[in-house]
């Protein structure tokens, strides 16, 4: 569970940190200094979220290592195997799923603006 929402947490503020990053990129030279201020603080802000939630996932990987430690005692190499295999998927996949929703959120947003064109 913990994985999940570290998992989930580090997607997010990479996400966000990525949109500010390209707003910032994209204000011209005229643009208010208050909006460039502005998002040079959230980026500040969001780098230092994002190290915070690294450490997290540091922190979720040790206890990770001791509850594997704690099963490969009780389980047959076998069952091990796929235990471990799972743990290791599980990461990729929230990520992979995290990556189609955005995906998918970006599709529908695409075909409402193509809608509001015609």
């Not at 390209?22 to 980026?43: M, Y």
């Amino acid at each position: 569970g913990d994985l999940d929402k570290v998992v989930n947490l580090l997607l997010s503020l990479s996400g966000r940190l990525a949109r500010v990053e390209t707003a910032l990129s994209s204000l011209g030279p005229h643009a208010p200094v208050e909006d460039k201020v502005a998002l040079r603080e959230k980026q500040q802000l969001l780098v230092a979220q994002l190290e915070d939630a690294k450490e997290l996932k540091e922190h979720v990987g040790r206890r990770e290592e001791a509850v594997g430690a704690m099963v490969a005692r009780y389980l047959p190499a076998e069952h091990l195997q796929d235990y471990q295999h799972f743990v290791k998927m599980k990461s990729a996949l929230i990520a992979e799923q995290r990556e189609l929703e955005e995906k998918i959120k970006l599709g529908q947003e695409q075909l409402r603006c193509l809608r509001e064109s015609l």
